[in-house]
Each structure stands twice: as C-alpha cells, then as structure tokens.
C-alpha cells in the first residue's frame, strides 16, 4: 500500500486556524500542526521517521483500524515527546540498536498501536515520560516488549506482549510503570524484570505465562507489587528475587512451573497475601541467605510435581506462615542451617508423603496453634543446635509424630498427638528436648519413646489408649514429672492419679509401659568430671576416616606436628617455635569444615594445648546486637563460652559486608581481635565461609588476617567422594547398596549441577534420605518383605534429576 495523505484539522480559536489542510507526509503534517490539532492519516504506508513534538491527536481514518502502517527502514520510527494522542496506528521498525516507538516526554495517551518489530523493544519510555498505553499489542521477537528505562512510568491498560526475544516488559534504572490488566507470553527472558535502585513495577490483573525464562524477576534493590496476577508455564522460576528486592504478591496465582514457583536470596523481601502456589517441580517457596524474608499470610501451597520440600528456608533466611495451608507435598518445611528461622501461626500442613516439618543443621522453627495431618512425620528435629518451639499444635493421622535426634533440643509445649501408627513422640541418638502437657491417644506403638539415654525433660504428659505402652525409656531415661498413662495398650481406661513426688523424678526402665508415677529420682550425686581427652592419634584416625579432604589433613597433620614437636621442645628446655594455631577454613557449604575444626579442638586438647578442645560455632546474628554496645557483649559472651575450646565463626565474611555503612559487624571484628590478643592461650579462633567472600573479608580487615596463621580450602567433593558417603550413611543405618546402585549414584552425582545450591557432603546425605523414603514407599507394598528387601537401595530408589 502506498503513503497515502493526511488531514489535518487545525482547532485553533481564530479563525484563520479553524480550518481543515491536507499534506503529503506525515512529517510535513506535524510541522504545520499545533497544540490541538487533529491529524487524520489515511490508509497507507509512511517510510518516515515521526517525532510528535506537540499536544496533537494523530490518528488513523475511521473504521480501518491497521491500516496506517509506520515503517521507516530504520531508526526509530515514532517518537512521542509532548502529551500527544496517538491511536489506530500500526508501527514497525527494523533497527535492532532502537526501539520501534520511543515515549521521551509529556504524558501522551496510546491506544489501540499495533507494534510489529525486530527492533530492542518494541515501547520504550524514558525519561520524565508518564504516558497512558491503551489496548496496544506488541510483537518483538528481536527485543524487549515494553522498556521503561531511567524514571519514566506511564500506565499500560489491557496491552498484551504477544512475543519478545528477550524480556516481556523491562524496568530499570528508576522507571515505575503500572500494568492494568495486561497479558505477557512468548518471551525468551522474564516475563517481566525490574531491576536497579529506586526502580519499581505496579501490576494489577495481569497475566504472565509462556515463558522461556523466569515469570517475574526482581533484582538489586528494586520492588514490585502485584495483584491478582497468574504467572504459569514458564521454563525457569515462577518469581525470583535477589540483591534487595522488595516484592509484594496479593491475591497472585503463581502455577504450573517446572523449578522453584518462588525463588529469593541474597536479602530480598517477599510479602504474599492471600495468594495460591501449585503444581511446581522444585520448591513452592525457595528462601536463601542471611536477611531473606517472606512473610505469607492466608496463602496456599499444594500439589507439588517433584520431589522436593513445599517451602525451603537455609543459609540464614526466615519465613512467617499464618493462616496458611500447605497440602499434598512430599515434603511441607524444611529449615536447615544455623541463623534460619522459620515461624509458622494458625497453619495446616497435611497430606505431606514424607516429613511435614524438618529442621537441621543448627536451624529454629517455631509453630504455634498449627495442625499436621496425613503425614509419614509430623514434626522432625535432626540434629545439634537445631531446635525451636512447637506450641498448642495438633498432629493426626502419622507413621510418627515428632522425631528428636542427634543433639537437637526442642521445646515442645501443649501438643497433642493422635492415632499414630507408630511412636507419638521418638526421641534417640542424643536427641534431647523438653516437653511440657504434651498427650498422645490410639498410637499404634508407644506414646513417648526415648532410647540411647536421651536426657529429654517429661512434664505433664499423657498417654491414652497406645498399643505398645504409654512410655518407654532406655535405662539412663529421661527426667520426668507429673506424666501419667491409662497403662492400656488395648482400650481406654482411666488412669490412676498421680502421687506426691519430688519435682523432678528420673524414669526407671520399664517393659514397655509407664505407671501413672515415675520412679523416684536417688539423691543428687557430684558432677561427673568432663569427660578425657582422646589421645591425638585416636582422633587423627577419625580424621584419616572423613571421605576426601585429602589437603586438608594434610594440612592439619602437618599443624598438628608442628605443634606436638614444639611441646616437646619446651619439655626438653629447648626454644619452641611460635605456632599461631587461629585457622581459615574456606569452600563450600556441606564440606566438612565444621566437622574438622571439631577434630582440630580435640586434637589440640589431647595435645595440652587447650583445656577442653570443645567446639561453639557461630555466625553474625550470634555475634552482632542491633544497638551500640550490644555486639561487644555478644562477643565476648561467644568468645568466653570457647574459654578452653575452639571458636568457629561461619559466614565470617557477613561481619564486614561490601556495603557496611553503619553495619555493626565492624565492632564485632575489632572486639574479636582484642580478645584473641589478650588471650592468646585460651582460645583457638576459626574463620569459615566462600573462598572468595573469605578473601575480600581477610583483605579489608588486615588486623584479622595478620593473626591466623594459615588458610586451609576445602575443594568440593568429586563424584566417587559423594558415593562414599552414600556409603558410610547406608552402612550406619544398617542399609546397603544392591546391584547397580553404586554406578547409578556416580552417574546421578556426575549429572548434578554443582552451583551455588550445591551442598556437598549435605547433598549426598540428602540423597541417601531421600533413597531410603522412596525405598520404604516400595517395600511398604510387599506383603512379607525378606531382609534383602528390607536393606537394599536399588537404583530405582535415586530422586529423579531434575
């Protein structure tokens, strides 16, 4: 179609303006027209370069909507700089270096734009621009759908991006548009980015899906806000957040994602309200790194597609659930790491095939007034430092209903325990805990069960109707009081009342049931003495033992020489060579450097060198308060509980972050060194973390770095190493691997991506658990399941990669 004429209807007052012309190019048209003025174009095709620089309505002809077509062969071809209106235009462009329509100034209204393009976006607008974009549609698959770049905002109404070649709509560099009820699809990066300080993004009804990459993605420090949005069918994430980024979902959809529905680290906030997230491949919510937070209130997560916990919280995050429901999961909470903190209020987690809550790894979880249904576990502890609170909860319909394991010390308060098919509450291998007016009723096995001399603490308890006994405790049990059982496996019966006692009683053994009074507690002995030292040689074979780590023992046996020769030195009146022993541990997560500064502190006491040779770990938030003063008395708090031990500071690059600014972690640091001046000989500090991170950390701290004598790195493990834990955890738990399985875990383990999430020796653990729960899930099914069937791992019990 060829370039057609335009009108142009001059609105002025005179009457030498109220007057209609005609002009034979668009440019020619805009140079005659002002502020006003009605520009009518007729059908064709315009091979011009349009900048509308005052308040004119330009406009194709009536009923022909598309029939104007804007096509330069290159440059931009319309730029809007003045609040213009511009309506029933097609626009294309062939430049690949610029948008195809750029939105410079003014507050202009668009609607009904049609934008065919190859160009690097298809609207871009800039600026001081604040345009209103109605009905437009744009068709970019060489570019960005919409840009909004270096404040400008605008309001985008039912505008659909129906292909991009790289992100659906774009924010940065302080843009904040408004999306009402939009349609993004057919992108090849996010649906929609918002990226940069001072940038933001409101949405509103908008739809999201489609995506060759990440739904929506927020990033260094931006935010966003979106209200009953849908975002599905994307290849990557559903949502993520990273560096800062602030966002809120209210009333949001987000479904039908193959990896992590919602994915935050690195400090991001999540608000989500009243939002549903279903049918995800990884995890439902992914929160990572020391200030992440989400805080989900009235929410739902269901139906997950693969094999990983609903909601995942490490590295230091936190998350709030209130008033939410989790269902239909392999797992519902898993909270790993220490400084993680997960706290759920007035929440259902049920149908969860595997463990509803599980906290590890020195992490905090804290439920209140929730109820667990239809669950292989209901809650479960797993080891040293990990702990928190269960209040007033329910737990119904389970194999078990809390487990305690390894040295974890919960608090258990006011929960009750129904119909489970095995123990109520099992506590063994140094599990410890308290729990305080806890019941259990219809167990089909005990109701507590406590072995291997856990010191747990019973206070008003009670048992009803459990088939194997109300209580049973291993000889050294538990301590316990007032607790009381109706001593019928086979029915109800009422049970006695409780006689006066001492306040705190020891549990004798029984035969599998506890009466209605404990036994009494002898009289107090002494303290016993703290256990002795292990020789070195003993614990440097446990050391020998560790999978890999082959430069690390060689680096901490070669400490260890250096050490025992200069003791005997000073024995034979010779001068000894001064040995700083503080350390810098760096790699991983899941290497194995908590586990050798354990064996170092020993080594180090069995050799004299420290009284005790004990291990206190912590990370920032145990040694930084939230006011002048408080960090120092952390501090020194932390350092005095490793008076004669070892102190193993985690993350201890997170005490100097890049950008500190009035961060209080600089007073830690400055304390710490003092201390470890002023007393030299009675701590052995530790530093861990990232390689990098330790570095930069060491670097801009030089009064740290100069009194730790050496830095030891912890590589990763290679795949021959996981499959030797694999095979230390199966040997432990009384498992083996049958035929195949061995060369199907080197094979899992060579294909499974080794980023930042990858946890190591954790990760190989964590596969170990998750064969044995596919296995039972297998075996279960078998009438009479031989002994063989009972042990062995066979490769069909590997989680799927994904």
Not at 443 to 463: A, E, P, W
Request: glycine share 12%.
């Amino acid at each position: 179609m060829a370039q057609g004429t335009v009108q142009v209807t001059h609105t002025g007052t005179s009457r030498w303006r109220r007057r209609t012309g005609e002009y034979a190019s668009l440019a020619a048209a805009l140079e005659a027209a002002g502020d006003g003025d009605i520009l009518t174009v007729a059908a064709g095709t315009y091979r011009e370069n349009l900048v509308v620089q005052r308040a004119v309505t330009l406009r194709g002809p009536d009923g022909s909507a598309g029939s104007v077509r804007i096509a330069p062969s290159d440059g931009v071809p319309l730029t809007v700089r003045a609040s213009a209106i511009v309506q029933d235009v097609h626009v294309e462009g062939q430049d690949s270096s610029a948008p195809a329509l750029l939105v410079e100034d003014g507050a202009p209204e668009l609607t009904d734009i049609r934008v065919v393009t190859r160009s690097a976006a298809g609207i871009e607008v800039r600026g001081g621009a604040r345009p209103t974009v109605r009905r437009c549609t744009v068709d970019n698959p060489g570019g960005i759908g919409i840009a909004v770049l270096d404040g400008g905002g605008g309001v985008f109404e039912e505008c659909e991006i129906v292909a991009a070649g790289q992100s659906g709509v774009a924010v940065r560099g302080g843009g904040h548009p408004r999306l009402e009820r939009c349609r993004v699809h057919h992108a090849s990066g996010a649906g929609l980015s918002v990226t940069g300080e001072h940038t933001g993004l409101e949405a509103i009804g908008c739809e999201v899906y489609e995506i060759k990459g990440t739904g929506v993605q927020v990033t260094g420090r931006a935010s966003a806000h979106l209200t009953d949005c849908d975002v599905h069918r994307t290849t990557s994430d559903g949502v993520t957040l990273d560096t800062d980024a602030v966002l809120t979902l209210a009333d949001c959809r987000i479904h039908d994602i193959p990896e992590n529905a919602i994915d935050l680290r690195s400090r991001s906030v999540l608000t989500l309200t009243r939002s549903t997230v279903c049918r995800f491949g990884r995890n439902g919510l992914s929160v990572w790194d020391p200030g992440t937070r989400v805080d989900a209130n009235q929410c739902e997560i269901h139906d997950s597609t693969g094999d990983y916990p609903a909601v995942w919280v490490s590295d230091g995050a936190t998350a709030v659930l209130e008033s939410c429901r989790v269902r239909d999961v392999p797992d519902a909470l898993f909270v790993l790491d220490r400084g993680s903190r997960a706290d759920v209020v007035d929440s259902d987690l049920s149908q969860v095939r595997n463990t509803a809550v599980s906290v590890s790894d020195g992490a905090t979880a804290q439920l209140d007034d929730c109820r667990i249904r239809e669950a292989a576990t209901g809650a479960w502890f797993r080891d040293h430092g990990s702990g928190g609170t269960l209040a007033n909860c329910t737990i119904d319909a389970v194999q078990t209903g809390v487990i305690v394991t390894k040295g974890a010390d919960p608090t258990i308060e006011r929960c009750t325990v129904t119909s489970p098919a095995e123990a109520g509450f099992y506590v063994s291998a140094g599990g410890r805990g308290g729990f305080h007016g806890c019941r259990v009723s219809g167990s089909g096995g005990y109701g507590f069960h406590v072995i291997d001399g856990c010191r747990t603490t019973l206070k008003k308890c009670r048992t009803e109707r459990c088939a194997r006994g109300g209580f049973e405790f291993s000889e050294e049990g538990p301590l316990v009081e007032d607790c009381v059982s109706d001593e019928s496996g086979g029915g109800p019966r009422t049970p006695a009342a409780p006689q006066e006692v001492p306040a705190v009683q020891t549990a004798a053994q029984t035969a599998g049931l506890l009466g209605s009074v404990p036994a009494q507690q002898p009289p107090p002995a002494a303290a016993p003495e703290p256990p002795a030292a292990r020789p070195a040689k003993e614990v440097l074979g446990e050391l020998d033992a560790l999978v890999g780590l082959d430069s690390v023992k060689r680096e901490v046996r070669a400490l260890t020489d250096m050490i025992e020769v200069g003791r005997r030195r000073q024995l034979a009146g010779l001068k000894a060579a001064s040995v700083r022993r503080h350390l810098v541990f760096t790699g991983s997560p899941g290497t194995g450097k908590t586990t050798v500064a354990r064996l170092y502190g020993e080594i180090l006491a069995s050799l004299g060198v420290l009284e005790s040779g004990h291990l206190v770990e912590v990370s920032r938030v145990d040694l930084v308060g939230e006011h002048i003063g408080s960090t120092a008395i952390r501090t020194q708090e932390a350092f005095d509980r490793a008076r004669g031990g070892v102190l193993f500071i985690d993350e201890a690059y997170a005490l100097s972050p890049e950008d500190s600014g009035r961060d209080f972690g600089r007073e830690a640091i400055d304390t710490l060194v003092k201390l470890m001046e002023d007393h030299r000989e009675a701590v052995v500090v530790i530093v861990a973390g990232y390689t990098a991170e330790m570095r930069r950390f060491l670097s801009v701290n030089p009064g740290v770095a100069s009194r730790f004598s050496r830095t030891i790195t912890f590589s990763d493990y290679v795949p021959e190493e996981l499959l030797r834990i694999v095979e230390q955890q199966a040997e432990e738990h009384e498992y083996r691997l049958g035929a195949g399985a061995g060369e199907a875990l080197l094979k899992y383990f060579t294909a499974l991506p080794k980023g930042p999430a990858f946890g190591n020796g954790r990760t190989a653990r964590q596969t170990f658990e998750a064969m044995v729960e596919r296995h039972a899930g297998r075996v279960a099914q078998l009438p009479e399941p031989s002994t063989d069937d009972l042990t062995l791992l066979y490769p069909e019990d590997l989680p799927e990669l994904v």
